[in-house]
């Protein structure tokens, strides 16, 4: 079993940052990828960005690439996600999940535990 906490949501405005915590606790951390999701009232999950075990290679999705970068730090249990440059458009609520694989899938049925959700909220 895998229990995931994140942190870091919160409102701000178009172009400022946010950075958002998964703090992971029961299995052994660094055995399974990591990912990043959103999701709006009426839509879909989405993947957003995903690392692996490693975290040596991490994915992003087009809409997110060059303003988030996700990392890991093995030894805190913890996977980060900073927003840059943020846009009205990211506002979701963003979840973490645990991929018991080495290489993150971009597919939300492929996770087998995920977190309570963060809520991100941009203004314009």
């Known amino acids: 079993q895998v229990q995931l906490v994140e942190s870091g949501g919160g409102l701000v405005q178009a172009g400022e940052s946010l950075r958002l915590s998964c703090a992971a606790s029961?299995?052994?951390?660094?055995?399974?990828?990591m990912g990043w999701f959103r999701q709006v009232p009426g839509k879909e999950r989405e993947f957003v960005a995903g690392i692996s075990s490693s975290g040596r290679i991490p994915y992003y999705a087009d809409s997110v690439k060059g303003r988030f970068t996700i990392s890991r730090d093995n030894a805190k249990n913890t996977v980060y996600l900073q927003m840059n440059s943020l846009k009205p458009e990211d506002t979701a609520v963003y979840y973490c999940?645990?991929?018991?694989?080495?290489?993150?899938?971009?597919?939300?049925?492929?996770?087998?535990?995920w977190g309570q959700g963060t809520q991100v909220t941009v203004s314009s």
């Open positions: 029961g299995r052994t951390f660094d055995n399974y990828a």
């Open positions: 999940a645990a991929d018991l694989r080495a290489i993150p899938s971009t597919t939300p049925r492929q996770y087998e535990y």
